[in-house]
């Protein structure tokens, strides 16, 4: 069964930085596309990044500044870094397979994780 | 940026059809895929390339794409349909997705 889980602080103080891992079962993470997306309580979804298995990434312009995404195919893993978070950056977490390129859709996504900027 | 707009709320009857748009400029020329969530969970794709369906999701969901409105149609409308629902493109002018605006469907 192919699995994605996000992990990491709930809690980030502001001014630090937000890092979060999402772990591929089930699935080569070399086969795919693979992004963040987050969404603020109650609020819309909003896409922050993609990247492929040779460290090839794409990030959404209103973050990409402060965003950072990784993969480490060794451990069947892609992060993200988002630095300098304000409240502003408070959010549930997702990790998404791309079905197919990096212009598709998300065909599996994480559960997601609640990352809360507070000091 | 590429703007995707959505209705806020759509109510609809059991057993009849809720219809949601998504409004974005010349979105006939982009493929639009939709996405079903749930309070409190993660969401799931319904719709994909404006009108195929994943396995698993039931006929009753259904789109079309057209000028500068995309559709997704819920038929025979349940009760576990009442979710959110979202649109979502690939803006190739500037390199990244976008997710519309988002639709609460209230089944009444």
């Known amino acids: 069964q192919v699995q994605l889980q996000e992990s990491g602080p709930g809690l980030v103080k502001p001014s630090e930085t937000l890092s979060l891992t999402c772990t591929v079962s089930g699935y080569s993470i070399t086969n795919s596309y693979w992004s963040w997306i987050r969404q603020p309580p109650g609020k819309v979804l909003e896409w922050i990044g993609y990247?492929?298995?040779?460290?090839?990434?794409n990030y959404n312009p209103s973050l990409k500044s402060r965003v950072t995404i990784s993969i480490d195919t060794s451990k069947k893993q892609f992060s993200l870094n988002l630095r300098s978070v304000t409240a502003s950056d408070t959010a549930v977490y997702y990790c998404?397979?791309?079905?197919?390129?990096?212009?598709?859709?998300?065909?599996?996504w994480g559960q997601g994780t609640l990352v809360a900027v507070s000091s | 940026s590429y703007v995707l707009t959505q209705p806020p709320s759509v109510s609809v009857a059991p057993g009849q059809t809720a219809r949601i748009t998504c409004g974005g400029n010349n979105i006939g020329g982009k493929s639009v895929h939709w996405y079903q969530q749930r309070p409190g969970q993660a969401p799931v794709l319904v719709v994909y390339?404006?009108?195929a369906r994943p396995s698993g999701i039931p006929e009753r969901f259904s789109g079309s794409n057209s000028g500068n409105t995309a559709t997704l149609n819920i038929s025979r409308v349940e009760a576990g349909d009442e979710a959110d629902y979202y649109c979502q493109v690939w803006d190739s002018s500037s390199d990244h997705q976008v997710f519309g605006t988002g639709t609460k469907v209230t089944v009444l």
């Open positions: 990247i492929y298995s040779t460290g090839s990434t």
């Open positions: 390339d404006d009108s």
């Open positions: 998404a397979r791309h079905t197919r390129g990096y212009s598709s859709n998300f065909d599996l």
